[in-house]
């Protein structure tokens, strides 16, 4: 409709001539006449919806639009090149693959183009705006002409459940902007657009016997509704922070991405080493944070920590400072109901005690390298492929010779890597022992 009392209007200019000023005028009443008609409908007969281009509610919608409805929108569409699924390629292991020629033959990825108006269920129009400096944020509307609004939400169930189903298996990661943007930007928009990353199964994290299910059972208790009442009749802050530490390659990273899949909260990822945050920035980052999530701080170095703001009455800019973390954490900004993992590879006696303490880091895990008995646990999830009754035989093989380990002699990345290097468990049963031998030497020297 806008765009019709748009035309009409380019056609002022031309009507201007005096034998022409009647039909103007009459132009201008009908014209008149139809916005005003126009915006009466909209305000009062009209439900509309509006979804920022940073919510996963807009990327589950546009994900179904390009799905289900792209053939009949041809000429409103914006295709972009994608990685083809892996389900998809089907190509012999002995094969060379070459992921140029892969990429070529996947179809593209199209999606609603900015401006268009696509036709849904439920009688419902989408809309795709961009994003203008001087306009509201882009993203999605959302038009039904009715005044319920349950054709829109039955519409965004439906594309939630199937983006549900498409991303079962995946953790849901946040990410901070840069350094500059968090500077300029509100606590809301400090995080950039949610992105699918594959998640991990919590049965192929191999931890020492007993430390799996305590690490499992203090998150279900800290979760469940009877905890929370607790905490607020207590007038506890409603938050539990756990210091993973411990050698790389032990599984730090590999529990947090499990634990994020199977409680199913957002990944709110920083990662303290390459970030150069201040304490404004990450006070700002945690004022961002929804109530129900996991927040990492990787790669904490408690020795890059300046005890104050202020260094030899200079105001130092960069860095993060002791009391800013803490500010982090605990501060008044700060939403309840998170969960905070901070990883390092310093032990908890290095950090400083104000620090580490119940309220900011309720419980400190030691990820030592791996057992004997992980070892073997290794052994089974790198090759849980392959078929049961001749894992069961490679397995027997395969304790033996991992009993001439020490324990805490290798990590589990070094004998993931090694798994994954021997390709088959018959393999890797007859070179283990070759292998501890050359990582031995290679320690010696």
């Given at each position: 409709?806008?765009?019709?009392?748009?035309?009409?209007?380019?056609?002022?200019?031309?009507?201007?001539?005096?034998?022409?000023?009647?039909?103007?005028?009459?132009?201008?009443?009908?014209?008149?006449?139809?916005?005003?008609?126009?915006?009466?409908?909209?305000?009062?007969?009209?439900?509309?919806?509006?979804?920022?281009?940073?919510?996963?509610?807009?990327?589950?919608?546009?994900?179904?639009?390009?799905?289900?409805?792209?053939?009949?929108?041809?000429?409103?569409l914006t295709a972009a090149s994608v990685w083809p699924e892996e389900d998809d390629i089907k190509i012999p292991l002995t094969q060379f693959?070459?992921?140029?020629?892969?990429?070529?033959?996947?179809?593209?990825?199209?999606?609603?183009?900015?401006?268009?108006?696509?036709?849904?269920?439920?009688?419902?129009?989408?809309?795709?705006?961009?994003?203008?400096?001087?306009?509201?944020?882009?993203?999605?509307?959302?038009?039904?002409?009715?005044?319920?609004?349950?054709?829109?939400?039955?519409?965004?169930?439906?594309?939630?459940?199937?983006?549900?189903?498409?991303?079962?298996?995946?953790?849901?990661?946040?990410?901070?902007?840069?350094?500059?943007?968090?500077?300029?930007?509100?606590?809301?928009?400090?995080?950039?657009?949610?992105?699918?990353?594959?998640?991990?199964?919590?049965?192929?994290?191999?931890?020492?016997?007993?430390?799996?299910?305590?690490?499992?059972?203090?998150?279900?208790?800290?979760?469940?509704?009877?905890?929370?009442?607790?905490?607020?009749?207590?007038?506890?802050?409603?938050?539990?922070?756990?210091?993973?530490?411990?050698?790389?390659?032990?599984?730090?990273?590999?529990?947090?991405?499990?634990?994020?899949?199977?409680?199913?909260?957002?990944?709110?990822?920083?990662?303290?080493?390459?970030?150069?945050?201040?304490?404004?920035?990450?006070?700002?980052?945690?004022?961002?944070?929804?109530?129900?999530?996991?927040?990492?701080?990787?790669?904490?170095?408690?020795?890059?920590?300046?005890?104050?703001?202020?260094?030899?009455?200079?105001?130092?800019?960069?860095?993060?400072?002791?009391?800013?973390?803490?500010?982090?954490?605990?501060?008044?900004?700060?939403?309840?109901?998170?969960?905070?993992?901070?990883?390092?590879?310093?032990?908890?006696?290095?950090?400083?005690?104000?620090?580490?303490?119940?309220?900011?880091?309720?419980?400190?895990?030691?990820?030592?390298?791996?057992?004997?008995?992980?070892?073997?646990?290794?052994?089974?999830?790198?090759?849980?492929?392959?078929?049961?009754?001749?894992?069961?035989?490679?397995?027997?093989?395969?304790?033996?010779?991992?009993?001439?380990?020490?324990?805490?002699?290798?990590?589990?990345?070094?004998?993931?890597?090694?798994?994954?290097?021997?390709?088959?468990?018959?393999?890797?049963?007859?070179?283990?022992?070759?292998?501890?031998?050359?990582?031995?030497?290679?320690?010696?020297?």
């Amino acid at each position: 409709m806008e765009s019709i009392i748009y035309a009409l209007l380019q056609l002022i200019p031309s009507l201007l001539k005096a034998e022409h000023v009647g039909l103007l005028v009459k132009l201008f009443a009908i014209t008149s006449a139809s916005l005003s008609l126009f915006y009466f409908v909209k305000s009062y007969f009209m439900t509309t919806v509006r979804i920022s281009e940073s919510d996963i509610l807009a990327q589950s919608l546009l994900s179904y639009c390009a799905k289900t409805h792209h053939a009949k929108h041809r000429k409103s569409l914006t295709a972009a090149s994608v990685w083809p699924e892996e389900d998809d390629i089907k190509i012999p292991l002995t094969q060379f693959r070459n992921f140029k020629l892969e990429e070529r033959k996947a179809p593209p990825k199209y999606e609603p183009d900015f401006g268009s108006t696509w036709k849904m269920e439920y009688g419902v129009s989408v809309q795709r705006v961009s994003r203008e400096p001087e306009k509201k944020a882009g993203g999605l509307v959302l038009h039904y002409f009715g005044r319920s609004l349950t054709p829109i939400e039955n519409l965004l169930k439906l594309a939630a459940k199937e983006d549900f189903e498409r991303h079962r298996n995946d953790n849901l990661v946040v990410y901070p902007e840069s350094e500059d943007m968090i500077r300029q930007c509100s606590p809301d928009d400090a995080w950039a657009v949610p992105i699918y990353r594959r998640g991990r199964s919590m049965d192929t994290v191999c931890m020492r016997q007993g430390l799996k299910d305590q690490i499992l059972g203090d998150i279900q208790s800290f979760t469940s509704y009877k905890m929370q009442e607790r905490y607020f009749a207590s007038g506890i802050p409603y938050r539990r922070g756990y210091l993973f530490y411990g050698s790389r390659g032990t599984g730090k990273t590999s529990l947090y991405k499990a634990l994020a899949l199977r409680t199913g909260l957002r990944l709110y990822l920083v990662n303290v080493a390459e970030l150069e945050l201040t304490d404004n920035s990450l006070q700002k980052l945690f004022a961002g944070i929804p109530r129900r999530c996991i927040v990492i701080l990787e790669e904490v170095d408690p020795t890059q920590l300046r005890r104050s703001n202020n260094v030899s009455g200079i105001a130092k800019k960069n860095g993060i400072s002791l009391s800013g973390l803490k500010s982090a954490i605990d501060g008044p900004l700060t939403p309840e109901g998170h969960l905070l993992i901070i990883t390092t590879n310093f032990c908890p006696k290095d950090f400083p005690q104000e620090l580490i303490r119940p309220g900011r880091v309720d419980l400190a895990i030691e990820f030592k390298k791996a057992s004997v008995d992980e070892a073997i646990q290794l052994f089974k999830t790198a090759y849980l492929q392959s078929p049961e009754d001749e894992l069961k035989e490679h397995i027997a093989n395969f304790s033996i010779q991992a009993s001439l380990l020490k324990d805490s002699e290798f990590s589990h990345a070094e004998l993931q890597g090694f798994f994954l290097t021997a390709r088959t468990p018959q393999n890797a049963s007859k070179t283990f022992r070759d292998w501890v031998e050359q990582e031995r030497k290679k320690g010696k020297n």
